[in-house]
């Protein structure tokens, strides 16, 4: 099961990075995602990444401030986030799937199409 770690309070216009981290078996050939929810939305998709590392997937609302990226030798994918404002708030989520290779497609997936889910990191933006 994936691990996230890295959730904080911060001030709107600082950055934070999540960890998403697995101990259990390699990630060397799955797609990864970031995933939030904020009360009272739905889960969103946020940004995916395939196993070849080309071409992640990025919905609109963080292009150009959040980066995915993912660390093979350590099991580990992460979630640069940049300029961040109080919408950002959420529980953000990591998931792992063994099965969609597509970035785009895992990020607008049904939750309980993915193969593993982490147990969400708490990320507040308030001044």
């Known amino acids: 099961q994936p691990v996230e770690s890295g959730g904080h309070s911060v001030q709107p216009g600082g950055s934070l990075r999540l960890s998403c981290t697995v101990s259990t078996f390699s990630l060397d050939h799955a797609t990864i995602g970031w995933f939030r929810q904020a009360p009272g939305k739905e889960r969103e998709g946020l940004s995916c990444i395939s196993s070849t590392d080309i071409n992640p997937y990025y919905t609109d609302s963080i292009k150009g401030r959040f980066t995915i990226s993912r660390d093979n030798a350590k099991n580990t994918a992460y979630l640069q986030m940049n300029s961040l404002k109080p919408e950002d708030t959420a529980v953000y989520y990591c998931?792992?799937?063994?099965?969609?290779?597509?970035?785009?497609?895992?990020?607008?997936?049904?939750?309980?199409?993915?193969?593993?889910w982490g147990k969400g990191t708490l990320v507040t933006v308030s001044s």
């Open positions: 998931a792992v799937d063994l099965h969609v290779f597509d970035p785009q497609r895992m990020c607008v997936a049904p939750s309980d199409v993915l193969d593993y």
